[in-house]
T-cell receptor
Framework: ETGVTQTPRHLVMGMTNKKSLKCEQH?????MYWYKQSAKKPLELMFV???????ENNSVPSRFSPECPNSSHLFLHLHTLQPEDSALYLC???????????????FGPGTRLTVL | AQTVTQSQPEMSVQEAETVTLSCTYD???????LFWYKQPPSRQMILVIR??????QNATENRFSVNFQKAAKSFSLKISDSQLGDTAMYFC???????????FGGGTRLMVKP
């Protein structure tokens, strides 16, 4: 596998289900991100991890719970979701910010989530 | 907070012609980075071009170039000799110098017609 991979690619879940999205990067990066892409809103940054530590939580509801066990893996645990949470969830990775930022982010193909 | 605005939801261009996509942003920062990302239909988002705000020279990558007007807070993308494979959503994005949080515009859907 190369680049950034995400599984599953498609997920349908009920509002009472618990599921997890997985992201893996094979680029040797130390920063990973979750984004939400809805049909009628700009891409929204959800969470940022630098060196496995969460450095940003962009006011995301607690029904979304991220986990970063190491620099190569990122999970998004989902529970008690709402229909409006249906969207494409994108994972990305980059070099971590140290003295300056502006690094290119590499994106995965996304997980298309439908909440019934 | 920074904002990024793309005022053209959809555009079309004939193959081999030139098209310009607009982007404006709002920030109080002096040092920052601007990006254009491309998201082809059902494919992964990839970086097209990157501009550092402290560099006055406009970035170019083969057929892609930008017109960066710092005072006007404008960052347009020019695609020359458009190809069918350029059909995609194009997103303008901003990040400040110290961080890695990207703020995206709403996107422009570009259709290249044969």
């Amino acid at each position: 596998e190369t680049g950034v991979t995400q599984t599953p690619r498609h997920l349908v879940m009920g509002m009472t289900n618990k599921k997890s999205l997985k992201c893996e990067q094979h680029l040797g990066h130390n920063a990973m991100y979750w984004y939400k892409q809805s049909a009628k809103k700009p891409l929204e940054l959800m969470f940022v991890y630098n060196f496995k530590e969460q450095t940003e939580n962009n006011s995301v509801p607690s029904r979304f719970s991220p986990e970063c066990p190491n620099s190569s893996h990122l999970f998004l645990h989902l529970h008690t979701l709402q229909p409006e949470d249906s969207a494409l969830y994108l994972c990305a990775s980059s070099q971590a910010v140290q003295t300056s930022g502006g690094y290119e982010q590499f994106f995965g193909p996304g997980t298309r989530l439908t909440v019934l | 907070a920074q904002t990024v605005t793309q005022s053209q939801p959809e555009m079309s261009v004939q193959e081999a012609e030139t098209v310009t996509l607009s982007c404006t942003y709002d920030t109080s920062e002096n040092n920052y980075y601007l990006f254009w990302y491309k998201q082809p239909p059902s494919r992964q988002m990839i970086l097209v071009i990157r501009q550092e705000a402290y560099k006055q020279q406009n970035a170019t990558e083969n057929r892609f170039s930008v017109n960066f007007q710092k005072a006007a807070k404008s960052f347009s993308l020019k695609i020359s000799d458009s190809q069918l494979g350029d059909t995609a959503m194009y997103f303008c994005a901003f990040t400040n110098n110290a961080g890695n949080m990207l703020t995206f515009g709403g996107g422009t859907r570009l259709m290249v017609k044969p």
